[in-house]
């Protein structure tokens, strides 16, 4: 138990208050025993207004790791390991956003500088705190698990556009499916279409196979994971936080007035989700984990692991393309 954090009020500041990290800075705001002590961003007057909105203080980054315990980094992937590094070796404990940083190597350094200061860092793979994950992740334990099928899909806005299919949207997938068997894939194939705005992958687990799908171009938008079992089908919908579990009963042969009828249902089973905001439910383990000097649920090493696949994948389709291209000529 960290003696002195557990005494007092966590003071939590945010770097990067775009739209996430403005969602960070509201949450620490509401949080029981933490104080949102100050944000900071390169834009000094979305800064402002931030800190207006949430009763706090804009200050400089430098400020925020002399006045903060614990921080989110909510900044553009490549200044990852810049600002995630300065906060560490101040002593400050960091929860960063996915990916962990811009390369594995980058961020294996940052597991040893958190290793080496004696703080916690985190990574913001939210959907491990979805509560219809956590709820498919308990019932899987028992299930003999034939496939998993992950859908991130939806229609484009001009703020996603700028980014990568496969860092933004899919990288979600590939940590929960990771966490959920406990492994990273043994071969994986993928393939992109639309400029990288729609991309698959296929991830081989020892005898379990995953499918994901990231798409921008998807006139709907669905937040769906499916897991086939060989006694049920689990469907999770991310969006609604709800569990279904379909299972088959045996097909009835029943007599009426001398004639014979088959009759064969589902049975659909609902499990009780605790719903609730993932992000509070992500920084409330987080502050947890600081509090109690314990390990954090999404580890370093995990976002190490899942910025390993969502390369490879990156790089699979890129080399798809290329062959496409080559091909076409």
């Not at 071969?187 to 990231?214: E, F, H, K, N, P």
């Amino acid at each position: 138990m960290n003696r002195t954090l557990s005494s007092r009020p966590i003071r939590a500041g945010v770097i990067g208050v775009g739209t996430m990290g403005e969602n960070h800075a509201r949450v620490y705001s509401e949080l029981p025993g933490v104080e949102l002590t100050c944000v900071t961003d390169h834009d000094e007057d979305v800064a402002q207004r931030v800190a207006d909105a949430y009763e706090t203080d804009a200050v400089s980054p430098e400020t925020v790791r002399d006045r903060c315990d614990v921080v989110t980094v909510a900044v553009p992937t490549p200044v990852h390991y810049d600002v995630v590094s300065d906060c560490l070796n101040a002593g400050v404990h960091v929860l960063v956003e996915k990916p962990i940083a811009e390369t594995i190597e980058q961020g294996r350094a940052l597991a040893e500088l958190a290793r080496d200061n004696g703080v916690v860092l985190q990574v913001g793979h939210i959907e491990r705190f979805n509560p219809a994950v956590q709820t498919v992740s308990d019932l899987i334990e028992d299930l003999d698990v034939i496939s998993l099928e992950a859908e991130r899909l939806g229609p484009p806005t001009d703020r996603e556009a700028l980014g990568n299919v496969i860092f933004d949207l899919m990288v979600h997938d590939i940590d929960v499916v990771g966490s959920i068997l406990g492994d990273q894939p043994d071969t994986v194939t993928a393939m992109g279409a639309d400029g990288g705005q729609y991309a698959t992958a296929t991830m081989q687990y020892d005898d379990i196979v995953a499918s994901l799908t990231a798409s921008r171009v998807t006139q709907k938008k669905v937040r769906k994971l499916t897991v086939t079992a060989r006694e049920c089908l689990v469907e999770v919908d991310y969006l609604e936080q709800s569990v279904l579990i379909h299972r088959d009963s045996y097909p009835e042969y029943l007599t009426d007035d001398g004639k014979r009828r088959y009759r064969h249902e589902s049975v659909v089973e609902r499990p009780r989700v605790d719903n609730g905001e993932p992000l509070r439910h992500e920084l409330e383990a987080f502050v947890e984990a600081v509090r109690t000097d314990s390990e954090p649920v999404v580890t370093a090493e995990d976002g190490i692991e899942a910025l390993e696949t969502v390369q490879l994948v990156d790089s699979l389709v890129g080399d798809e393309k290329q062959k496409r291209e080559v091909e076409a000529r």
